[in-house]
């Protein structure tokens, strides 16, 4: 067994399972360590997961600084991470998702519904998009019927507080968001523009930044973009759009010449993500525009993103991220583990 984790006296321990132990999930694990006594309690990690590396679990904690060099010895070894949440079922009070989910959300979607399945029920907070983006409403009445949390703040913009922001204005109604919400392609359009380089070059240099994945295509084609704005018209809208049936063009036949042509007339390439409540029904699209450069989001450059939000009270709010990384994704993670367990005090949305 590994040494236990004790958690500090007088202040409430959370006990969560870790399903995921990439990039994200391994950020997750530094944060927690860099950041321990500064919220209003402390977490103890009871279980992790990962997909190439074992499964572990200690009911009285990991130690988080071995968990990141090796899981070997740390206490009871797994399957997966379905016999993981099993083994702690009484011992967690929260399941935590940071796994590679597919385009039908799983195995994730799975994940997250065993974490209300438990007795008693953990709260469940996902990183991925797919499961949100197809299962919002499921998911979400689930979470209500079990009398826990289903969140998501990292599965758009990277963990920016763009959800937490809207529980904050209580009666607002939001009637229109335009971003742009890729950062591969944005950092790939800014580069062709800057650098005087092919998309493909573009691209290649991406992929080194580790802002690419090996296979770009969900990327250029508009895919991810498409998830995330379904994503949003769930969480906002109320409307469960198919990610499969939003207009979204794809970047992959942008030459350097189209590049410098949009220039010359005083204009930037951007894909824009667009969706618009009109009567109950939702307009979404995710198009490959001109914008000049007034244009709010015409300097946004790199691998930044950025949403407006239009509403029927106030003008317009612009949230930006700039230049992201897998801290600010794990950032997003902790954030709804505090909302989950101290509460937010707007009762959600």
Known sequence: MGDAVPCVPCVPCVRIALVGFGNVGQALARLLLAKHGSFQFEVKVVGIATGSHGTVVNLEGLDLERCLTTLEGQGTSLPDAEAMLRHVEGHCDAVLEAMNAAADGQPALSILEQAFMMEPPAHAITASKAPVALAYQRLKAFALKRGRRFLFESSVMDGVPIFSLLRQLPGVKVKRFVGVLNSTTNLVLTRMRRENCSLWDAVAFAQQEGIAERDPSDDLDGKDAATKLAVLSAAIFGCQVNPAEIPADSIRNVTLEQVHDVAARGHTLKVVCEATL????????????????????????????????????????????TDPTTMDTAYGMLQDLQVAMLGDGCGGR
Request: proline share 7%.
């Open 278 to 321: 009109a009567e109950g029904h939702v307009e979404t699209s995710v198009l490959l525009k001109e914008l000049p450069w007034q244009h709010p989001l015409a300097n946004l450059d790199g691998a930044s993103a950025a949403l407006t939000f239009e509403t029927d009270v106030m003008g317009p709010i612009t949230v930006t991220s």
